[in-house]
């Protein structure tokens, strides 16, 4: 109880801290502290600007695939093969969907993480993958459109393996730890 | 990619919910897409430019070459021929990433990106640094997953804290598999 709370508490304070460091630097350093900020903050919102068509593109396109009930139809499809290398199935929907929406992931997790209980062996490897992994195609579609770059060099490939281990390893470690 | 990608999920979507008659939710995943994205968007605004404003100021003082002693060893290993700016935004962006500041870490991603584009010969192509800076963002380097323990919490888990160790785990290992096969694209696109 004791580790819980002290974790909890780290990460309560982190923000708050953080924040108070690096404005007692500024200080002490006698920059113009409230200057920087408002240089800061419209480079900020120049940014979310630029990325917003970026947005409304993805949104749409991963909308359609999350309702069009193709991602249940792909589960089916593979299970056979997967359940062959003993990868569990319930796992199979949140693998499928981490790289590609981060609001339907985080749905399909909870919901893993409901039904088979928070603290069974499922319910951990669900937890365990969504704290490991980010939301790839999100994150390099929006770091290639702000440059307006058209050749990618196949990123998405690193990337997606980089997820594939992450989701393998997430499966085994917690086998080996909370079996 | 996303040229590929963008038409080939909207067309398999709508062809799928035609051929399995759902295509009453496709008619509601149009106009609520644009929705979600509006919502993500305004919520993404205040917090993006708080965080932007104190990391300026962060990158400002003396903190960016303390964290940059830390760093500058990772930093030489995975980076190349880095400039001065773009590796003081890449360090902020890495620390943002490791406190959790999700909505701070993509400006300073963004704006590292647009340091890098400087010493970018080809524009329309992303550079080895480019690369391995995505990659870095694809991972998700934070030391304490707060959503995942909340929802752990909020679904009264006995320990909600109990995966970090595993989390980190994962990290490390998806971490390494995407920075060797980036340096593997990278050499075999060079030959």
Sequence with gaps: MIKIKLINYISVLAVPLAILIIISFGMKEKKNVFDLFLNGAKKGLEITITIFPTLIGLFFSIGLLNNSGIIDYITKLIEP?????????????????????????????TDIIKNNGVDSIIGLIASVIMGSTETTLYTITVYCSCLKIKNTRKIIIPAILADITGIIVSILICNIIFA | MLNILWPLFIILSILFSIISGNVENINKAITTSTESAITLTLTLIGSTCLWSGIMEIASNTKIIDILNNFLKKIIKKVFSNINKNAQNKIIMNIIANILGLGNAATPLGLQAMEELQKDNIKKDKLSDNMMMLIVLNTASLQIIPTTVISIRTALNSEEPTKIIFPVWISTICSLIVGIMITKLFIKVDKN
Excluded: H, T
């Excluded at chain 1, 990868?87 to 969907?97: C, D, G, S």
């Design chain 1, 81 to 109: 093969i997967l359940s062959f290398v003993r990868f569990p199935k319930e796992i199979l929907p949140l693998a499928l969907l981490r790289p590609i929406s981060g609001s339907a992931s985080l749905a399909i997790a």
